[in-house]
């Protein structure tokens, strides 16, 4: 008697383990991909493709989030979270380096402007 309790018992513990463990596989989050996608679209629409710098991080920036999702497809969860905050970085470094581009040119202009009035006031 004692021996078939312990066996159920030893059963609904392994019956409780088996559905916590598909539980927690089932209420895994999805990748949250929103700040690497926007990321790119920023780097986008200010230029990025057109700054050779801005350019090849923008691209590493779409090859990284292609990459995590692949990870994340493939079970690699936080591998795929590592590729997509590097997508993110990347993505904002290219924002950054097209944004210092046009500013640099502003600035570049302005000086030409100051240059070209101080020789129409000599």
Do not use: W
């Amino acid at each position: 008697m004692r021996t078939k309790y312990r066996v159920k018992s030893i059963a609904f513990v392994l019956a409780v383990v088996a559905g916590a463990g598909a539980i927690a596989c089932a209420s895994t989050p999805p990748m949250r991909t929103e700040a690497s996608t926007s990321g790119i679209r920023a780097a986008e629409e200010v230029g990025a493709a057109q700054v050779p710098r801005a350019a090849l991080h923008l691209q590493l920036a779409k090859e990284e989030l292609d990459r995590a999702r692949k990870l994340n497809a493939d079970g690699d969860k936080n591998e795929g979270a590592s590729m997509l905050l590097r997508a993110q970085v990347d993505a904002e470094l290219a924002v950054a380096l097209s944004r210092e581009n046009t500013e640099r040119s502003e600035a570049n202009a302005a000086v030409a402007r100051v240059n070209q009035l101080l020789q129409e006031n000599k």
